[in-house]
């Protein structure tokens, strides 16, 4: 969407940043700032934009390895992206069990421990780590990763059909997410009952129609070009989305007579009415003043460097948000106690991604040169020199993007 531009679309970057500072507040859930956020005003929150953009950077970071001849090569590294995040998910998961187990011990408070769904951690441990090994049992705040991991998973199948036809892609997505709502079929919880808070079968959908996008930004194409009608449209679903939040509508199953997915407003499920209501607040804004903005942001603003560090900034501020609750709830909370401990952990993430960002370039800028000083044996010296062809030939923006973040 938007006017078709060369480099890198640091505007992605920008609104990823502002997805990953409005999950960290909203999963601080009470403090003042959490009512100003996109939840408040509308049926999605930042979680379809999040999915949304992981998509689109998806096809960016590897569809096009994948239809160059490197289709194993894509298919590997995005096997590694999801072992990444396997990774960072279980060390999150092992830090918060510490931080929930250290406050029931210092606060005398063992109820403390069944806190966010870790019960069964502490009860039973021996099922529950195979549980969270598994990616079946997960702790409240912490269930997106697991989903990202599914994704990650799904890639391949979804690029190999890709590469013949985006639009098939895209409608065998659909089908998918309409068998998942219409049977109720999740993947299943363990050792505790149910399905997974999100489901990986219904928000694959969310994270397709990002990697459509995506898709068609790397071909230089519009997906959904500019017409007046379509622009109205949206605004009128985001004035209505809009009004029934502030008057608290949500329809049961039954009230209509077509499936519940189409009008209702299950977050598990992904229903149609929060992907719309995603999908307008990106058309609305991409052709809109505000869009422009956006763009006009550039790559050094503290969202689009957020972004950028998408994934050790979303892992910390997963865990600070878990922190800032154990913290408030002994101290009686207050206003005056949550601004601090929700912009502190703002400015944290700021300052965490700030940093690698810097240390980043460092290590790019430094040249290899032996500990006398002089250039390696065998290596050339660094001059000014053009990109080769293989990388002028490949857009810019195509490169350094992640499912979350760089």
Known sequence: MGAIRRGRLDEIDTVRGLALATIFIDHVPGNPLDQLTIRNFGLSDATEMFVFLAGLAAALAYFRKFTTGQPWTAAARAAKRGFDLYVVHLFCIVVVTAMVALTASVTLNPDKLDWINLGAVFKDPAQALIGLVALTHQPGYFNILPMYICFMLMLPVMMLIARASVGAMLAASATVWAIANITGLNAPQWPNDGGWFFNPLAWQFVFAIGFTVGAGIMGRAQIV???????????????????????????????????????????????????????????????????????????????????????????????????????????????????????????????????????????????????????????????????????????AVTRGLGPIGA
């Open 225 to 395: 070009p500019y017409r007046a009608w379509i622009w109205w449209l949206a605004v009128a679903w985001l004035v209505v989305s809009l009004a029934m939040k502030l008057a608290a509508f949500y329809p049961e199953p039954g009230m209509l007579p077509i499936p519940f997915f189409l009008y209702g407003q299950d977050k598990t499920f992904a229903t149609l009415p929060r992907i719309l209501h995603m999908l307008a607040m990106v058309y609305v804004v991409a052709y809109s003043p505000l869009g422009a903005r956006l763009r006009s942001f550039g790559a050094g603003n503290p969202f689009a460097i957020m972004g950028r560090q998408g994934l050790p900034v979303f892992a910390t501020g997963s865990v600070l948000a878990v922190g800032a609750q154990l913290i408030r709830e002994p101290l009686g909370g207050g206003w005056m106690l949550d601004m601090v401990l929700v912009l502190s952990g703002l400015v944290a993430l700021v300052v965490l991604a700030g940093s690698l960002e810097w240390l980043k370039r460092r290590a790019a800028a430094k040249p290899a040169v032996t500990p006398a000083g002089a250039p390696k044996a065998g290596l050339p010296r660094p001059v000014a020199s053009p990109q080769p062809a293989t990388m002028r030939s490949q857009p």
